[in-house]
């Protein structure tokens, strides 16, 4: 486990200090009764520890992103943060307003119509009535959902909960913005527009917390990173390296419960997308001038050429590319992202346009290996479309070197 900066913030948004959190399991109700009976005289339950000695602070400002399996105690350690939650142990101490969305609807009243339950959560997080009644046009505008403002939340579908959800949560100007997976409930034009308020909410000095299984989303979002894992911090660091220590724990336990993710037909590849700002509309993979889907390559000579056609708004900012090569064990091998490499992908008048990626003297060794294909917005943060395990690459090679790439390497008589 990685140890925390000695140096302590001066004035941190949260600072928690051995929080820990303790649940009471009963095996039958008549346990419960009888507890609340006899007392500590004897234990009728066992003990579940969902968060232990949890000690860290974030900075006023900072993004922090929390990964870990399920179970881990994301969900606990984010309620404690809240106030939703009491802890059995430690402190969080909590500085300025504090916005959340934990689970799905939380604070909502489905017998309430969306208009009286936007005043409800309004009120709850802060807001007077008159500063309810100046926001509530925005917050009706942003979750796209005027059609049926005044109708009984309960008949929501749950993109439509998370929609009024974080137009509120998100319009009452938080200190410290919590959100906990809720996002990957919204549809793909959602999710864009959410994205983007987050990166204004950062832009503009605000502390988020952010829970998400996205591991490519707590890079590119957070300044920081926690790693739980059956409810104690094992790391605390710099998200580049929380992920690939988070990553390798992943990878090694799906090596050995002997897990492989596998190809799909190529065919079948291409996903239908809920997006209407840009779409896939064909790939095609080529290796040596030669196209199709499933081929051959000798390590370090083929060239690999990948070409993505696409359509997207024109009126809509550009998307961007993203690539990934994967080995047939599930393991990521190597990626490529138009943004990260500064390249802006033409289009023609109408939006259309083809983004062409090629490796030269493919670096891959032997195996097989498909490819993922991501279209994303312009900042490489929200995907539109994408195809997963496309084609088939099999890659032979004349010597014996061991791994998945070839790296550019020379000896050196000393």
């Known amino acids: 486990m990685d140890r925390l900066p000695e140096k302590r913030l001066a004035t941190p948004a949260v600072s928690a200090a051995g929080l820990s959190k303790c649940y009471h399991l009963y095996e039958r109700p008549l346990h419960r009764l009888l507890q609340l009976v006899r007392g500590e005289r004897r234990r009728y339950y066992r003990e579940f520890w969902a968060l232990r000695d949890a000690t860290f602070e974030v900075a006023p400002g900072e993004v922090l992103g929390i990964v870990g399996r399920n179970g881990a105690g994301k969900s ?16 969080i101490d909590v500085n300025g307003r504090v916005a959340a969305l934990l689970e799905l609807g939380a604070g909502f009243n489905p ?11 309004a009120s709850i997080l802060g807001l007077t009535k008159s500063e309810v009644a100046a926001r509530f046009e925005e917050i009706v505008e942003f979750s796209g959902i005027r059609d049926f403002i005044d109708q009984p939340v309960k008949f929501y579908s749950s993109g439509m909960y998370v929609r009024l959800a974080f137009s509120v949560a998100t319009s009452v100007d938080p200190d410290v913005l919590v959100i906990d997976e809720a996002l990957s409930v919204g549809d793909g034009e959602f999710a864009r527009k959410s994205f983007d308020r987050i990166m204004t909410l950062k832009e503009a000095g605000k502390t988020i917390l952010f829970c998400s299984h996205s591991l490519y989303h707590i890079d590119a979002i957070c300044t920081r990173a926690l790693w739980l894992k059956d409810g104690r911090i094992e790391m605390f660091d710099a998200p580049s390296r929380v992920i690939a220590a988070y990553s390798a724990f992943i990878d090694s336990g799906r090596a050995h419960d002997g897990r492989a993710v596998a190809a799909s037909t190529p ?5 239908p997308t809920t997006s209407q700002s840009a779409r896939i509309t064909g790939i095609e993979v080529s290796v040596d001038g030669v196209a199709g889907t499933r081929h051959t390559l000798r390590s370090g000579e083929s060239t690999l050429r990948i070409s993505v056609r696409y359509a997207s708004d024109p009126v ?3 998307p961007s590319l993203g690539v990934g090569v994967v080995h047939s064990s599930g393991l990521l091998v190597s990626s490529a992202g138009s943004v990260n490499d500064g390249v802006t992908l033409s289009r023609d ?12 003297c493919c670096a891959l060794l032997k195996g097989e290996y498909t490819l993922n294909l991501l279209l994303f917005c312009e900042r490489g943060l929200h995907v539109y479309d994408y195809a997963v395990n496309y084609g088939v690459l099999e890659v032979t090679q004349r010597g014996l070197e061991q791994g998945f790439v070839s790296l550019p390497h020379q000896w050196q008589d000393d």
Request: a negative charge; aromatic letters at 4%.
């Open 111 to 121: 017998e309430f119509t969306g208009r009286e339950n936007v005043h409800l959560a």
């Open 267 to 271: 065919g079948d590849a291409i996903r």
């Open 76 to 91: 606990t350690l984010l309620q404690l943060v809240c106030g939703t939650l009491a802890a059995t142990g430690g402190t």
């Open 316 to 318: 809509a900012p550009g």
């Open 349 to 360: 008048a109408a939006g259309n346009g083809t983004a062409t990626l090629v490796f030269p």
